[in-house]
T-cell receptor
Framework: QKEVEQNSGPLSVPEGAIASLNCTYS??????FFWYRQYSGKSPELIMF????GDKEDGRFTAQLNKASQYVSLLIRDSQPSDSATYLC?????????FGQGTELSVKP | SAVISQKPSRDICQRGTSLTIQCQVD?????MFWYRQQPGQSLTLIAT?????????ESGFVIDKFPISRPNLTFSTLTVSNMSPEDSSIYLC??????????????FGPGTRLTVL
């Protein structure tokens, strides 16, 4: 059974702090990894994708991938209250996305 | 990224009836998908909508319950048939298109919020 696991949270961080969101996956053959942000009542919005081991930075967001450990993470620097949302990790397998259950992030002013 | 619209945005239906959800994309895309998101849950893939052929359904989903059409490269419909309260969910259309730096990424429509009484 191919799985993607995330801590459901909620994860609460103060404004300005770094939020760290983690995801593990079971299929060693996975090659593509995605992070989506979903505000309450809205559809998922793609914020990052990563294919290679290491870090990938885009503005305040950094995705980290470690294929040997089957681990992908998302760091949000200088967290803002507007970052409060559910973050979904997704792994592409056989052309399809497998989603984790999502981590709820709350950024307190 | 492609611009995706869905109709209706929400509906309240009686059990035993059927609802057809439409998904329209502003550009031709090769892959279109339908997902379900039950309250408080993550996304579950229902099926891949194939242009010109029958949809490919995931385990636990069948064509009689969720018939799908895809007559061209920009449009698809999902029908939720013989509805029960357990079908109350958000239904999301997704497309895969060539995004930034040549990546194949999926983008989601705004969703259809269905409540079955």
């Amino acid at each position: 059974q191919k799985e993607v696991e995330q801590n459901s949270g909620p994860l609460s961080v103060p404004e300005g702090a770094i939020a760290s969101l983690n995801c593990t996956y079971s299929d060693r053959g996975s090659q593509s990894f995605f992070w989506y942000r979903q505000y309450s009542g809205k559809s998922p919005e793609l914020i990052m994708f990563i294919y290679s081991n290491g870090d990938k930075e885009d503005g305040r967001f950094t995705a980290q991938l470690n294929k040997a450990s089957q681990y992908v993470s998302l760091l949000i620097r200088d967290s803002q209250p507007s970052d409060s949302a559910t973050y979904l990790c997704a792994v592409k397998e056989g052309g399809k996305l497998i989603f984790g259950q999502g981590t709820e992030l709350s950024v307190k002013p | 990224s492609a611009v995706i619209s869905q109709k209706p945005s929400r509906d309240i239906c009686q059990r035993g009836t059927s609802l057809t959800i439409q998904c329209q994309v502003d550009s031709q895309v090769t892959m279109m998908f339908w997902y379900r998101q039950q309250p408080g849950q993550s996304l579950t893939l229902i099926a891949t909508a194939n242009q010109g052929s029958e949809a490919t359904y995931e385990s636990g989903f069948v064509i009689d319950k969720f018939p799908i059409s895809r007559p061209n490269l920009t449009f698809s419909t999902l029908t939720v048939s013989n509805m029960s309260p357990e079908d109350s969910s958000i239904y999301l259309c997704s497309v895969e298109s060539l995004g930034r730096a040549g990546s194949d990424t999926q983008y989601f429509g705004p969703g259809t919020r269905l409540t079955v009484l």
